[in-house]
């Protein structure tokens, strides 16, 4: 349940979610799904059924382009989390409903590819997209801070991973679409970036107190993808989305930006949040250099042999 505090701090960032909501909408160029599909390529299945050779993406391609399409595929469910936090008036409900209508294009354009080029198989994509929304997304229950705060981590996890997944296609055609996608996963994640830098302005410890939550509790959304936890893994193993690249890429670059290490005047639960993320953020280093350390092993054994 959202708290008469948590509707405060929405109407208090009500403003800075208009601003924003502009800045957005006068940088979001409209794009075309249908251009990023080579639409000659296509066939029928009734008369040429799928079969694995017809694939020119490699087997560690094919997961993650998958399971990037699921993650995807579950938009229903995303926004129904976002409009009951953020709710479906003013500027808030704007961004929720225009947010929504882009990423319903990420899915398009994703599914078109693949089914035209026949990279993976159609099968058990329909089954897994089955599997995946029936079950749902459930964040339970964040506030709207916590909200906030993970969406901005998964706006930019979302983008590295459709970047390097289209590099990892080594096809120039799922790369540029990749790309397109990740373009409009980068303006998602400015747009809460910049709302969370204005709630910390508004209230620095609870902010400061739910980034915390959030970073050391964070999964990506595509946790109820059936073997979900396999895929991940081989996806990791690939260095397309590692520890790395979420230590790296996705949690310094945004704490760095909020100054979250630097914020003064906070109180002793905030204090106590930030050393604990502080902490949390060594481990998830050495962890990080850990599978470097095996992978880079794993490399020189397959070389010499
Ligand atoms: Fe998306
Ligand atoms: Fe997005």
Same mark, same amino acid.
């Given at each position: 349940?959202?708290?008469?505090?948590?509707?405060?701090? !929405?109407?208090?960032?009500?403003?800075?979610?208009?601003?924003?909501?502009?800045?957005?909408?006068g940088?979001?160029?409209?794009?075309?799904p249908?251009? =990023?599909?080579?639409?000659? @390529?296509?066939?029928?299945?009734?008369t040429?059924?799928?079969?694995?050779? @017809?694939?020119?993406?490699?087997?560690?391609?094919?997961?993650?382009?998958?399971?990037?399409?699921?993650?995807?595929d579950?938009?229903?469910?995303?926004?129904?989390?976002?409009?009951?936090?953020?709710?479906?008036?003013?500027a808030?409900?704007?961004?929720?409903?225009?947010?929504?209508?882009?990423?319903?294009? $990420?899915?398009?354009?994703?599914?078109?590819?693949?089914?035209?080029?026949?990279?993976?198989?159609?099968?058990?994509?329909?089954?897994?997209?089955?599997? @995946?929304?029936?079950?749902?997304?459930?964040?339970?229950?964040k506030?709207?801070?916590?909200?906030?705060? =993970?969406?901005?981590?998964?706006?930019? &996890?979302?983008?590295?991973?459709h970047?390097?997944?289209?590099?990892?296609?080594?096809?120039?055609?799922?790369?540029?679409?990749?790309?397109?996608?990740?373009?409009?996963?980068?303006?998602?994640?400015?747009?809460?970036?910049?709302? !969370?830098?204005?709630?910390?302005?508004?209230?620095?410890? &609870?902010?400061?107190?739910?980034?915390?939550?959030?970073?050391?509790?964070?999964?990506?959304?595509?946790?109820?993808?059936?073997?979900?936890?396999?895929?991940a893994?081989?996806?990791?193993?690939?260095?397309? =989305?590692?520890?790395?690249?979420?230590h790296?890429?996705?949690?310094?670059? !945004?704490?760095? $930006?909020?100054?979250?290490?630097?914020?003064?005047?906070?109180?002793?639960?905030?204090?106590?949040?930030?050393?604990?993320?502080?902490?949390?953020l060594?481990? !998830?280093?050495?962890?990080a250099?850990? =599978?470097?350390?095996?992978?880079?092993?794993?490399?020189?054994?397959?070389?010499?042999?």
């Open positions: 349940m959202t708290s008469f505090t948590d509707i405060d701090l !929405l109407r208090e960032l009500e403003p800075v979610a208009e601003a924003n909501l502009n800045r957005h909408l940088l979001a160029a409209e794009w075309m249908h251009e =990023y599909v080579p639409w000659s @390529q296509g066939r029928d299945f009734d040429l059924p799928w079969e694995p050779g @017809q694939s020119r993406l490699s087997d560690i391609a094919q997961i993650a382009f998958e399971v990037n399409l699921l993650t995807e579950n938009l229903p469910s995303y926004h129904r989390e976002i409009a009951s936090i953020f709710g479906r008036d003013g808030w409900g704007t961004w929720v409903h225009r947010w929504t209508a882009e990423e319903g294009r $990420h899915g398009i354009v994703m599914r078109d590819y693949l089914l035209v080029t026949r990279g993976v198989d159609p099968v058990s994509l329909e089954r897994g997209r089955m599997h @995946q929304m029936e079950k749902g997304f459930d964040s339970g229950e506030t709207p801070l916590r909200a906030i705060a =993970y969406v901005s981590f998964q706006e930019l &996890a979302t983008r590295i991973s970047r390097n997944t289209g590099r990892f296609t080594q096809d120039p055609i799922a790369e540029k679409l990749l790309a397109r996608v990740a373009a409009d996963e980068n303006l998602h994640m400015i747009f809460y970036r910049n709302l !969370l830098a204005a709630a910390l302005e508004i209230d620095p410890s &609870a902010t400061v107190k739910a980034i915390a939550e959030e970073v050391m509790t964070f999964q990506m959304p595509g946790t109820g993808i059936d073997d979900f936890d396999r895929k893994k081989r996806i990791a193993k690939a260095g397309i =989305y590692d520890l790395r690249i979420h790296d890429e996705v949690v310094t670059p !945004l704490l760095r $930006h909020w100054k979250f290490f630097e914020l003064e005047g906070l109180d002793a639960e905030a204090e106590q949040a930030r050393t604990n993320v502080g902490h949390y060594t481990a !998830l280093d050495d962890l250099k850990k =599978y470097e350390e095996k992978r880079e092993k794993a490399l020189t054994t397959a070389a010499s042999n």
